[in-house]
Structure formats: structure tokens, C-alpha cells
């Protein structure tokens, strides 16, 4: 059927635009861009050839969609009718601004404890997984604990032999 | 080992942590949950 060709050939050169985003965001809009063909197919009670181009021309192009998102925008267009786009938390808030603070110029002020502090505040925002919090942690542990290595080896070195 | 390294090492490690870890906690920023 000539209808849902279009429809697999845009959500086709969607998935393949969508290289940027992380794995699971791109099958998650692949997904939510599906869904909205689907409905808007099912408003227009028809499925030919034209009412599929023309739902997929409401859309835009697949690229662009991509940009939008990459450009932390999910677009508001392919949002059903009557449902509210689900927006985004802004990505700076006090607990990250905090965090960046304490971690950068409150090592300088208040060493070992400013990024101490500073990791609190990682593990307190919302806006990084889990790994990712679990990353920053190892790199200030690693890099924190380069000294107490040094020191080890010094008293080794400084040893009776 | 010279104590006056170990102090250099101690004194660029503290904000050299923070400074890598914000880096990297930046480029992912809005990339998370």
C-alpha cells in the first residue's frame, strides 16, 4: 500500500536523521512521530496516498524534527490535539549551578571540601543519570586521591631501604 | 620524593577533580533524565 510506504520511508529517513540523539531518545521519537501519523490518519477517516503526504507534510521534514530536538526543543507540532507537549526542566538550576560552583572555583576557595560539597549537589539534581553522577565522583575521587598516592609513594621511597 | 612536588600535585589535584568532573557533568548537561 502506497500509504504506509510513505509513512515507513519518513520514519525510515527519521531514524537515520536521528543519529545524534542517544539510542533510546531516537526510538522514542521515532516512536512519538509514529504514533502522531497514526491518529492524525485516523482524524482524517481516510488512508490514501494524498491524506498520508499531506499529514507528513503538516510534520515537516524529518531533519528538521531532529534539529529541534538536538536543539533541546521537542517540537510542540506532532503533539496530539488536546494534549499538553510534556515541556522540559531547564537544564540550569540551583542544584546544578551549585554543583559547577562548588566543583570548579570552590575547589579553589574551600579545597577537597568545596567539591565534596559540589558532588552533594550532583547526586541531588535531576538533570543527570545516574551514571553519569557516578562518573563525576570517580574522576574527584581518582584525581583527589593522585596526592594521597604521591604521599604513599614518598614514604615508600623515604622506607630504610 | 620531593615534599615540595608532593604539594604542587596536592594543590593542582583539588581543582584540577572539580574542574574534569564539571567538564564532563556540562557536556552531558539536559542530555540526562
Redesign the interface.
Request: glycine share 16%; charged share 5%.
Given at each position: 500500500m502506497e500509504a504506509d510506504m510513505l509513512v515507513r520511508d519518513y520514519l525510515g529517513r527519521l531514524e537515520a536523521a536521528a543519529w545524534p540523539l542517544?539510542a533510546d531518545r531516537r526510538r522514542e521519537l521515532v516512536a512519538e512521530v509514529r504514533e502522531h501519523i497514526e491518529s492524525a490518519l485516523a482524524e482524517a477517516k481516510e488512508r490514501d496516498e494524498v491524506t498520508t503526504r499531506n499529514v507528513l507534510e503538516r510534520l515537516g521534514a524529518p531533519e528538521e524534527i531532529v534539529a529541534a530536538e538536538v536543539e533541546?526543543e521537542p517540537s510542540a507540532r506532532f503533539a496530539p490535539p488536546g494534549q499538553v507537549s510534556i515541556e522540559?526542566a531547564p537544564?540550569?538550576g540551583f542544584s546544578?549551578i551549585a554543583?559547577?560552583g562548588?566543583?570548579?572555583v570552590?575547589?579553589?576557595f574551600l579545597?577537597?571540601v568545596?567539591?565534596l560539597i559540589?558532588?552533594v549537589f550532583?547526586w541531588a539534581s535531576?538533570?543527570?543519570?545516574t551514571p553519569?553522577k557516578a562518573?563525576?565522583?570517580v574522576?574527584?575521587?581518582?584525581?583527589?586521591l593522585?596526592?594521597i598516592l604521591?604521599?604513599f609513594?614518598?614514604s615508600v621511597?623515604?622506607g630504610p631501604f | 620524593m620531593d615534599a615540595s612536588i608532593i604539594g604542587i600535585v596536592a594543590i593542582l589535584a583539588i581543582p584540577l577533580a572539580g574542574i574534569l568532573a564539571a567538564i564532563y557533568l556540562v557536556s552531558r548537561l539536559g542530555r540526562g533524565q
Open positions: 542517544a533541546g522540559r537544564a540550569w546544578e554543583a559547577i562548588l566543583l570548579t570552590g575547589a579553589v579545597p577537597i568545596g567539591p559540589g558532588l550532583v535531576a538533570q543527570w543519570t553519569q562518573v563525576a565522583s574522576v574527584v575521587a581518582g584525581v583527589l593522585l596526592p604521591f604521599l609513594g614518598a621511597g623515604a | -
